[in-house]
């Protein structure tokens, strides 16, 4: 199953994002690709950031977040929209075309 989902950067903050993810936490590497996240991209068109995976299983909602993804929440918080757990504001996107 493909996700997808938009979230917004506040204005002057794309270059610290990206560097930031190029930077990534080795530890939350390893986190997402234990939830079986493959294939995950992230994309900036101005200041709106569209990111994707693939992943074989529903992502679980229900349980608690683990404190690496929140640690990374904080770290990014300067950057982009957030509520107010410090999550990003995150709104699911439609499919409406797809080619194999």
Same mark, same amino acid.
């Given at each position: 199953?493909?996700?997808?989902?938009?979230?917004?950067?506040?204005?002057?903050? !794309?270059? !610290?994002?990206?560097?930031?993810?190029?930077?990534?936490?080795?530890?939350?590497?390893?986190?997402?690709?234990?939830?079986?996240?493959?294939?995950?991209?992230?994309?900036?068109?101005?200041?709106?950031?569209? !990111?994707?995976?693939?992943?074989?299983?529903?992502?679980?909602?229900?349980?608690?977040?683990?404190?690496?993804?929140?640690?990374?929440?904080?770290?990014?918080?300067?950057?982009?929209?957030?509520?107010?757990?410090?999550?990003?504001? !995150?709104?699911?996107?439609?499919?409406?075309?797809?080619?194999?």
């Amino acid at each position: 199953m493909r996700y997808a989902w938009a979230m917004k950067l506040r204005p002057g903050e !794309a270059e !610290a994002y990206r560097e930031k993810h190029d930077e990534i936490w080795p530890e939350l590497v390893e986190l997402i690709k234990s939830e079986g996240v493959q294939n995950f991209y992230i994309y900036r068109h101005g200041l709106t950031l569209f !990111a994707t995976y693939d992943r074989d299983t529903p992502p679980d909602r229900t349980s608690e977040r683990p404190e690496i993804r929140q640690r990374w929440f904080e770290w990014m918080a300067p950057h982009m929209e957030t509520n107010e757990d410090l999550s990003p504001v !995150a709104e699911e996107v439609e499919e409406m075309f797809h080619l194999d």
